[in-house]
Structures are given as C-alpha cells and as structure tokens.
C-alpha cells in the first residue's frame, strides 16, 4: 500500500467513525445502545441461521457438529431477556437506521406471542440439528416462519 493510499484510508477511517459518534451523540444515550444491541443481537440470528440455512439448501456440507452449534446459539439467543434493547423513541418513525416500526411498543402482547413463538421453534431445531440433515432441515422451517412473522408485522420493508 503506497503512502498516499494509506493516507486516504485513514482520512476515511476517521471520517466514518467520527460521522457515526456525531451521529450517535445526538440519541439519548438508552436509546443509542437499545438500537446497537438489538441489531448486533439481529446479527448473530442471521449469522446462525445462514449457517444452517446454506446446509439446508446444499451449498455447504451437512457438518453435525457446526449445525448443533449454530442451533444452540439461535436456542441461547432466543431465550436472552431483550427488554432494554426496545426503549421508547427508538423506533423508525423517531430514529434513522432501524426498521423497528412503532407497532411493536402498542402490541406488546402479541410481540411477545412471536418472541415465544421463535424460543420454542429455536429449542426444536436445538433439540434435532445436530442428529441428521433431514431433521434439521424439518426444524428450521418453523423458525423461518417464526422470525417472518414478528417482522412481516413489525420490521420496515427496505422500500418504505
């Protein structure tokens, strides 16, 4: 890497990190983190499901080992307490950069429901992923379905 390229990516660097941190710095700091590790927390759903989802649809090896643990992790996720990543104001109506829509603070209980929903399909999958690929094939379906409902109804389509 030449001297002017690592010149130019430092100054990209620093233009990144210090528009995010400005950027951050006008959220109410609750609301800043809720947002931070709702998505990193939606982040490691997706990672675990990808896992499983690429040996489901042949793209990578079954590997028994790899799928009971990414099986595990999405059982583990599903039953962490995510109350403090939801405060009030970190919607998408309120705050840019998450899909969060409003209706997941008036419908609480039904929130809950899907948040359920998924811990059970999770703990299915847990209890199968690793013993065969057909058996976890069968499972990830409903978790699949589970995680498309909460965000049929509460997650902002990437158009709108």
């Not at 660097?13 to 939606?42: N, Y």
């Not at 419908?107 to 809950?112: E, R």
């Amino acid at each position: 890497m030449t001297s002017i390229s690592r010149i130019v990516a430092a100054g990209l660097t620093v233009a990144v990190v210090t528009g995010a941190a400005f950027a951050a710095s006008h959220l109410d700091p609750i609301v800043a983190a809720g947002i931070t590790a709702r998505q990193s927390h939606m982040k490691l759903y997706q990672h675990n499901i990808a896992v499983l989802g690429a040996m489901a649809q042949g793209n990578i090896d079954y590997d028994a080992d790899a799928a009971a643990a990414a099986a595990g992790n999405l059982a583990a996720l599903s039953t962490l307490n995510q109350s403090t990543y939801w405060p009030l104001g970190s919607d998408s109506a309120s705050v840019e950069g998450t899909r969060a829509l409003p209706a997941i603070w008036e419908n609480g209980d039904d929130v809950m429901a899907k948040a359920a929903a998924l811990a059970e399909a999770a703990a299915a999958l847990n209890a199968v992923a690793g013993s065969g690929l057909a058996e976890m094939q069968a499972a990830l379906g409903p978790v699949g379905q589970a995680c498309g409902a909460c965000h049929q109804t509460y997650r902002k389509r990437d158009d709108g």
